[in-house]
C-alpha cells in the first residue's frame, strides 16, 4: 500500500496531504525549533481503515525523518502508533516519552 500514497507537504496550511477522489486525508501539524507537533490525523470516511491509516502515518513519518525532525505526537492516533513502531523510536525528542 505504501507505494500507492503520495503526499504533499502543504506548508501554508500546516499538514501533509494525501488527495483522493473521496476528499483529502492529511495529519496537522505544527513546526517549533527543529520539532514537529502531529496535532490531528483527519482521514475521510472511504478511507478509514487502519491498514491506510498505518501507511500514511509511516510515510508522514519517514518524510519527517528525512528532514532531520524530531516529533512530538498529540494526537492519540499517531501517539499509539509510535507506541507499536519501535523503529520510529529516534524521531522522538529526548526527554519525550509516549
Excluded at 486525508?25 to 502531529?38: C, V
Excluded at 490531528?40 to 481503515?49: A, T
Aim: without cysteine.
Amino acid at each position: 500500500m505504501n507505494n500507492e500514497i503520495v503526499i504533499n507537504d502543504n506548508e501554508f496550511l500546516r499538514q501533509f496531504e494525501y488527495k483522493t477522489e473521496h476528499g483529502i486525508a492529511k495529519i496537522e501539524y505544527s513546526l517549533q525549533e527543529r520539532k514537529i507537533f502531529l496535532t490531528k490525523l483527519i482521514v475521510p470516511e472511504e478511507l478509514d481503515d487502519p491498514e491506510f491509516k498505518n501507511a500514511f502515518i509511516k510515510i508522514v513519518l519517514d518524510t519527517i525523518q528525512e528532514r532531520n525532525l524530531r516529533v512530538v505526537p498529540t494526537s492519540p492516533r499517531i501517539a499509539s502508533f509510535l507506541r507499536k513502531h519501535k523503529e520510529y523510536k529516534d524521531l522522538l525528542p529526548v526527554g519525550v516519552r509516549i
